[in-house]
């Protein structure tokens, strides 16, 4: 609470209370201990109140407020529960109820739904007056990332919200109006037929079944009951931050030793880490932007290991792709590598791997399906399954996750620095990279090696790194809308950078479209620390000083952009068609 | 060109890309003024609709999702996504209309044009619709075709006016 906020003086439900200007009717209850119902309110999106269940009563007043959207003002009295407040909620919530499908056991959001939690709440489960006027819709599952099952919409709008303002990519949107309003695609096309970009971040912000990713679990399941197949899993940097929320840990705990016993119980021959491949990834970006620095490259370069962010700038901005970093995600490095550079050290025919990452990304799923994502000769990451679905298998497997004893990676793609475990979050790439970069330029030891100025949630941070007397300027940004605002700027002309980072979810992957139900704000801040609270603990944080990698760039691969790394750990990128 | 009943005009296909296109020069490329660019498209379509591939174009030169200029299209009442006739006919379905017994007028115009309500005429020049008030209760049950408003209706009548918009093309 800033000194200078002007306080309101309020009551609420008979308790005083004080609550700073500006505060929401909704938000002030809390701190009276009252949990207000509601439905088309998300705390990080704009508010729409468009569903009316959270009506409140205000003293002397006749008409019902809307508290997710009232601010407080001074000598308010509110009552939060009233006979009549409780009426009007029940009728929203029949309306509702009615023209849903209730199939909750087969339903995927099945004991994670807020419009099922409400219902047990409010009492209204099988005493519906209403006549029941369910319609069927067509299930939309077919772009093998996004499934939206428009039987289950309640029309609430924050999916429009998040796609057409904090993402900017315009795919979703209302429709209609009065009864026959309705949230759809353009001319009700399937998702594959749009501009949609598979972040998935409307999945984190629905708050029923009607958006989720596209469950590869069988898969899975079916490769590790293969005795022929030798199956390898390797785990993104953000997932070991937040897989612990879906067993009761709290926000942001650092649980990479539960979740590799998870894995090796669940069956996986080794259980690898994306942290190493990220380090690889530094290695060949890093020394791709030193090239552009010194041959006059195309600048600024951008970072290129967010897919939603790919097929972003491959949709809107296809002027712009020389900007992005030819380097491979550490995801797909991992998957050409593990297939090549692994099967030949382990002495496995590659034809035998089947490759499967644990990822917060729902996007990543078309990354590994690009048609060029097989320079190892065979497809390069076989399966992708989101944390969510990694904590559904944990679940089908019986594991009592936080009993589990913990356990290490397997060698040698386990070995991973500070820089790699940062990568789960905006600003982490950016960071590891100068770590980097600074002692390949100047030769010299980096001591300070916190980057705070691109640490946090900020949309847009910038930072100038002094390179032995040549200024870099770095900016970083996370969520497409400001994606947009970069590429405008250097598009335009106006923008003096030499190295951007983008990341396609609004804080990096902590807040990844594939990441727990109940991602807010106050959880990816909790994700990012645990983040750095391990990168900072950690005797080895610049990627180039990871043994692991060291060795298989001696071994193997040669020189960083050399041909061998070129062949597999770059690519290229397609100009795709907006509509 | 003129069209023989029960031939296709093919309207749609004769609309194209450039039509389209300069239509949205016409009006300066402007984001406000989707409106009236779809209005027009609409109108000069022949067909008495926008089209995905359409609205697809207005999106791209104005700068537009697509999903925006969808929603526009569906929130207004006058614009139709599916194709229509030439010559929408549409009957006041208010109150003051439906107590003059506006359901005979359908009736009528059903019977002329060989379709039920909300249909098309196979050789598109008609559409039978509903709509709301045309603010010409004093002469109900009324029909709108286009601009021009007709009531005190017979068989006769009918016939005469669907007639003159035959032979107009
Ligand atoms: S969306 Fe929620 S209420 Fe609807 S079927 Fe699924 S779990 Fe049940
Ligand atoms: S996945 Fe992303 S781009 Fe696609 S509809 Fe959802 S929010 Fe929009
Ligand atoms: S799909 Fe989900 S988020 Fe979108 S409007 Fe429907 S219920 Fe709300
Ligand atoms: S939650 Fe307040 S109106 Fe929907």
């Known amino acids: 609470m800033q000194p200078d906020c002007k306080n309101i003086n309020l009551i609420i439900d008979g308790v005083p209370v004080s609550v700073p200007e500006g505060t929401t009717i909704l938000d002030a209850a809390k701190k009276v201990g009252v949990k207000i119902p509601t439905l088309c309110h998300h705390p990080d999106l704009k508010v729409r109140a ?32 009233s006979p009549g407040v409780q009426q009007a909620r029940k009728m929203v919530l029949e309306l509702i109820l009615a023209e849903h499908p209730q199939a909750c056991l087969g339903c995927l959001r099945n004991t994670k739904c807020e419009l099922q939690a409400l219902t047990a709440e409010m009492g209204v489960a099988n005493k519906n007056r209403l006549k029941k006027t369910v319609k069927v819709l067509p299930l939309d599952d077919c772009n093998g990332a996004i499934v939206r099952d428009a039987s289950k919409c309640i029309q609430c709008g924050r999916c429009t919200e998040m ?57 899975v399941w079916a490769a590790l009951a293969d005795p022929n197949k030798h199956v390898i899993v390797q785990t993104a940097p953000s997932v070991r931050v937040a897989i612990g929320d879906e067993f009761g840990l709290p926000a942001g705990t650092f649980s990479e030793g539960h979740m590799v ?43 290129s290991c967010s897919p939603g962010w790919i097929k972003f700038i491959e949709t809107f901005y296809p002027d712009m792709l020389p900007h992005l970093s030819t380097a491979k995600s550490p995801q797909q490095m991992f998957g050409a590598l593990v297939k090549t550079f692994y099967a030949e050290k382990a002495g496995i025919d590659p034809a035998n791997i089947v490759s499967v990452s644990v990822m917060p990304c729902t996007a990543k799923k078309i990354e590994a399906a690009r048609p060029e994502m097989n320079d190892s000769g065979y497809r390069d990451v076989d399966i992708v399954i989101t944390t969510r679905e990694f904590a559904r298998m944990i679940r089908r497997k019986g594991l009592d996750f936080c009993a589990l004893p913990e356990e290490h990676f397997d060698d040698p793609m386990g070995v991973a620095s500070g820089a790699g475990v940062i990568f789960g979050t905006s600003g982490g790439v950016m960071e590891a990279a100068l770590r980097t970069v600074y002692e390949v330029v100047t030769k010299k030891e980096l001591h300070a090696l916190d980057f705070k100025a691109v640490r946090g949630q900020q949309g847009m941070k910038t930072a100038e790194v002094d390179l032995d007397g040549t200024p870099v300027k770095v900016v970083v940004v996370n969520g497409l809308k400001n994606a947009r605002k970069i590429l405008n700027e250097i598009r ?25 139900v109940g991602t807010v704000r106050k959880t990816k801040a909790s994700r990012m620390e645990g983040l750095y609270t391990a990168d900072h603990k950690m005797n080895i944080r610049q990627s180039h000083k990871n043994p692991a990698v060291i060795s298989m760039y001696k071994d193997f691969l040669g020189e960083p952009l050399g041909e061998k790394a070129h062949h597999l750990l770059h690519t290229h990128y397609t100009p795709r068609e907006q509509q | 060109m003129t069209v023989q009943p029960g031939q296709c005009n093919c309207a749609a296909e004769s609309f194209t890309e450039r039509d389209v296109v300069a239509i949205v020069e016409k009006y300066g490329r402007e984001q406000d003024q989707l409106l009236a660019m779809l209005l027009d498209i609409q109108e000069a379509s022949g067909s008495s609709c926008v089209l995905r591939e359409w609205a697809a174009i207005v999106a791209r030169e104005i700068g537009l999702p697509l999903s925006k200029v969808f929603e526009v299209l569906t929130f207004y009442s006058m ?39 909300g249909k098309t005429t196979p050789d598109k020049l008609f559409t039978l619709m509903h709509t709301s008030c045309v603010g010409a209760c004093d002469i109900g049950p009324v029909a709108k075709i286009g601009e021009d408003v007709y009531g005190d209706l017979t068989p006769e009548k009918v016939s005469e006016i669907v007639n003159s918009y035959r032979e107009k093309n």
């Open chain 1, 50 to 81: 468009t569903c009316r269940i959270c009506v409140v009563e205000i003293k002397g007043q006749r008409k019902y407020k809307t508290a997710c959207s009232t601010e407080v003002w001074e000598g308010a009295e509110v009552i939060t529960n």
């Open chain 1, 163 to 219: 796609c057409q303002e904090v993402q900017t990519v315009g795919a979703i949107t209302t429709a209609n109006r009065s009864m026959s309003y309705d949230v759809t695609t353009a001319f009700g096309k399937k998702l594959r037929e749009t501009t949609c970009v598979y972040c998935g971040q409307c999945t984190t912000v629905c708050p029923v079944g009607a958006l989720y990713e596209h469950d590869d679990t069988e898969k």
């Open chain 1, 261 to 303: 016993a998870a894995l090796r119980r669940i069956g996986f021959d080794k259980v690898f880490d994306t942290n190493w491949s990220a380090d690889v990834t530094i290695m060949e970006e890093g020394h791709e932007l030193i090239h552009r620095l010194t041959n006059r490259g195309v600048l600024p370069m951008i970072t």
């Open chain 1, 492 to 516: 335009e002309g106006k923008a003096d950078y030499q190295f951007v980072e983008v990341m396609c979810c609004p804080g990096g992957c902590v807040g990844g479209g594939g990441q727990p």
């Open chain 2, 79 to 117: 614009f139709s996504t599916e194709p229509r006739g030439r010559y929408l006919v549409e009957i006041c379905k208010s109150a003051p209309c439906k107590m003059c017994k506006s359901d005979e007028v359908v009736a009528m115009f059903e019977k002329e044009l060989g379709i039920k309500l």
